[in-house]
């Protein structure tokens, strides 16, 4: 029996790093040290020296279909964690890029590689966007809880290329735009404004929704976010009115997967299945313990989740990225739906851009070797146009 030669070889490794903090939001280890779990998919027979980087800013992605066919494809490509790994309820963004520094220093000091191209994917996109604005233009040096994080100290290496593939606009965006807006009270969510209640079968205003029905449930998705952020601004305050600046609050987030969309296929239309997310059905996930923010705390609210506040908001950060982007939208993707692949693209200030979409294709391909395969085409085709194969 002859050995058949493998496509890629996946080298798992950690990232070892120092970051100063008064207090510990990260478990286990100790207090000053961390390390990145990560994963170098090392093709057998390389088409390039330069690297393809994946981070999320929570998600455990090193073995999902696009990461395995690009490395299958000959492209070699590095799945790093943050900090956070499965565990947004003290994730702070302005620490995540961080991490996603000392991955990109990581594969060119360690590795060798020449250059880095950024994939956004799913959560990633706004977290690579986030990165890349404050690489080429390093601005920040607080989050928006007030605590000291400086990224123009950090030297942080901007990538070469950007993909932005089934991305959304923001942890900040995608939350309020998936918001219960029937919910009145945030320790009370069985009071629910009976009028915005998706889910209510009494409910006078039902799929297909008006456009006045529409606008007004917008505009209360937006009012509950900055609701829970006064309440959050005030809570710290008065921790550290109290003597306990470090102090920190976990609480609950309610009723997170209403968004019309799910309801209303002709909202943000394409190929997706009717009343149905990419966790399953999106009223069970209104509720359920693995909605977004349903676990929170103070500071991580305001860095993630808050409308006004968080900086890693991928339409601003957009704005400032000099690098040349590919934007890969999915046909049938019940996560990252078309507007976010389009606000994305038209964010983007300067014109090497392009801007695809995948027909058929879910957010994940699982199933879909023929869209998962063009996918892969896309990339590479941009990869070679653009110099960085």
Not at 7 to 22: G, M, N, T
Not at 25 to 50: C, I, Q, V, W
Not at 207 to 218: G, T
């Amino acid at each position: 029996m002859t050995n058949k030669k493998k496509a890629y070889e996946r080298v798992p490794y950690l990232i070892f790093y120092q970051d100063k903090s008064p207090f510990k939001e990260t478990y286990g280890g100790p207090m000053d040290f961390g390390a990145l779990k990560s994963h170098l998919l090392r093709p057998a027979e390389p088409k390039t020296n330069n690297v393809i980087v994946f981070m999320h800013p929570v998600g455990g992605g090193e073995y999902l279909p696009m990461i395995t066919e690009l490395a299958k494809a000959g492209y070699p490509v590095i799945y790093c964690q943050s900090r956070y790994p499965g565990n947004d309820t003290a994730l702070i963004m302005e620490k995540v890029v961080i991490d996603l520094g000392n991955c990109i220093r990581h594969a060119k000091e360690k590795f060798g590689f020449d250059k880095v191209i950024l994939a956004g994917w799913s959560g990633g996109g706004s977290l690579s966007m986030f990165y890349q604005s404050q690489a080429e233009n390093p601005s920040i040096t607080a989050t928006p809880a007030g605590d000291a994080v400086d990224l123009t100290i950090q030297d942080l290496i901007p990538a070469d290329g950007i993909m932005m593939l089934a991305a959304h606009v923001s942890r900040t965006h995608t939350l309020t735009e998936w918001m219960d807006a029937s919910v009145l009270d945030e320790q009370d969510p069985s009071q629910r404004d009976p009028e915005l209640d998706l889910y209510n079968p009494e409910n006078p205003n039902q799929a297909p929704y008006s456009a006045e029905f529409l606008a007004r449930y917008r505009a209360a998705q937006i009012a509950r976010n900055r609701k829970i952020t006064a309440w959050v601004k005030d809570k710290l305050t008065s921790l550290k009115d109290s003597g306990r600046p470090n102090d920190e609050f976990a609480f609950v987030v309610h009723g997170t997967m209403a968004d019309p969309r799910w309801l209303d296929p002709t909202i943000d239309a394409n190929e997706r299945k009717p009343r149905w997310c990419y966790l399953g059905d999106p009223e069970v996930v209104n509720n359920g313990p693995v909605g977004l923010a349903r676990f929170c705390t103070l500071r991580s609210w305001l860095s993630q989740w808050s409308y006004d506040d968080s900086n890693a908001d991928g339409l601003r950060c957009a704005q400032n990225i000099t690098v040349p982007a590919l934007v890969v939208g999915n046909g049938a993707d019940d996560a990252c739906t078309p507007s976010h692949t389009t606000r994305i693209f038209d964010a983007i200030a300067h014109n090497n851009k392009e801007m695809h979409e995948i027909k058929g294709a879910t957010h994940y391909y699982f199933g879909q070797p023929e869209q998962l395969n063009e996918a892969i085409q896309l990339c590479g085709d941009w990869m070679q146009r653009q110099g960085l194969v």
